[in-house]
Nanobody, 121 residues
């Protein structure tokens, strides 16, 4: 059974930094895109940053220049380095990955349970 487990969230003051990790485990043949989303209280979930299997990245305009997404394919792990954090970055951060469990399997989307990030002003 495939699991995605996020870690690294917490409480930080505005201007501070956090590094989130998301590790995929279980029966994994290959992982395509890995994406970070976030959901603030009372708001819809939004894409924060994504990275392809080849390393191409994309970011929401609100985090460009402050957040950096990276991945370690050997560890099936994606990271999100968050710098210059703002109170509006507060929310639950979710990891999402499109992966295949076998060579003949179609890609499926999996989600982690989320990690809370709180930025105080």
């Amino acid at each position: 059974q495939v699991q995605l487990v996020e870690s690294g969230g917490g409480l930080v003051q505005a201007g501070g930094s956090l590094r989130l990790s998301c590790a995929a485990s279980g029966s994994i043949f290959s992982i395509n895109a890995m994406v970070w989303h976030r959901q603030a209280p009372g708001k819809q979930r939004e894409l924060v940053a994504g990275i392809s299997s080849g390393g191409s990245t994309n970011y929401a305009d609100s985090v460009k220049g402050r957040f950096t997404i990276s991945r370690d394919n050997a560890k099936n792990t994606v990271y999100l380095q968050m710098n210059s954090l703002k109170p509006e970055d507060t929310g639950v951060y979710y990891c999402n990955a499109a992966l295949r469990e076998g060579s003949r399997s179609l890609p499926r989307a999996y989600w982690g349970q989320g990690t809370q990030v709180t930025v105080s002003s």
